[in-house]
């Protein structure tokens, strides 16, 4: 007496529906396969003992992973959310303070003094900064003589070479400094005022210095003086 049976093979067809828009199995998809493979086996050769016990414990190590990645994804969710609500409460701290920070583009104040601040690799016989205006044009020179090494800044009443006060805009400095001889000297050319607020943007946080928006990853440095100008 023969026993006849039907068998629904797992074709490559049935694999790719069951995955289909997908690039990477989840759990689901897993343990539909192995219900299908259950349910269509040969039962005159079924499954093994040993090869069904290694295939739940598949199935387990993509359940307790896939519960691994959702759990971090939350924890860095978390994290992420917590640290940037230090850093708005950190950034209140800064307002009163002095800062250096990279670049050489500021904001005519209306009224005071502007720092503008320059490094220097070694000490030099003059160091000459430029002030231009947001179309290039040449409005002061500040010449500075005997600068020692290091960190220096000039103060600009924010007067033209005829007196006049500049309008209110964006204007851009260079620093060119040399030494006894004539020699150019490294110069490099940084921001420098007091904190009058915070803002908080798309972008990140920024702190407004002499009107002007500063990103945090421009800061060098935080003070409490006025300088050293």
């Known amino acids: 007496?023969?026993?006849?049976?039907?068998?629904?093979?797992?074709?490559?067809?049935?694999?790719?529906?069951?995955?289909?828009?997908?690039?990477?199995?989840?759990?689901?998809?897993?343990?539909?396969?192995?219900?299908?493979?259950?349910?269509?086996?040969?039962?005159?050769?079924?499954?093994?003992?040993?090869?069904?016990?290694?295939?739940?414990?598949?199935?387990?190590?993509?359940?307790?992973?896939?519960?691994?990645?959702?759990?971090?994804?939350?924890?860095?969710?978390?994290?992420?959310?917590?640290?940037?609500?230090?850093?708005?409460?950190?950034?209140?701290?800064?307002?009163?303070?002095?800062?250096?920070?990279s670049g050489n583009a500021f904001t005519v104040s209306a009224s005071g003094n502007m720092?503008?601040?320059?490094?220097?690799?070694?000490a030099a016989a003059s160091v000459k900064v430029s002030i231009r205006d947001a179309n290039g044009l040449l409005v002061r020179t500040l010449t500075v003589d005997g600068a020692t090494k290091g960190d220096g800044t000039v103060v600009w009443d924010g007067l033209d070479e005829a007196g006049n006060h500049v309008a209110s805009g964006s204007c851009t400095f260079s620093v060119e400094a040399v030494d006894a001889a004539g020699t150019k000297i490294t110069a490099t050319s940084y921001l420098y005022g007091v904190v009058s607020g915070i803002r908080f943007t798309s972008d990140g946080t920024v702190f407004v210095v002499d009107g002007m928006e500063i990103p945090l990853s421009q800061i060098i440095e935080i003070l409490n003086g006025k300088g050293n100008g």
């Open 1 to 101: 007496m023969s026993t006849t049976y039907t068998t629904l093979p797992l074709t490559s067809s049935t694999s790719t529906a069951t995955t289909a828009g997908k690039s990477v199995m989840g759990k689901d998809d897993f343990l539909k396969l192995l219900i299908v493979q259950l349910r269509n086996q040969d039962p005159l050769e079924p499954m093994k003992g040993t090869e069904f016990a290694t295939q739940l414990a598949q199935f387990s190590s993509v359940e307790q992973l896939t519960n691994i990645n959702s759990n971090l994804s939350e924890s860095i969710t978390t994290n992420q959310l917590m640290a940037q609500s230090i850093g708005n409460a950190l950034a209140a701290t800064m307002i009163g303070k002095t800062v250096k920070a």
């Open 115 to 122: 720092h503008l601040g320059y490094s220097l690799s070694t």
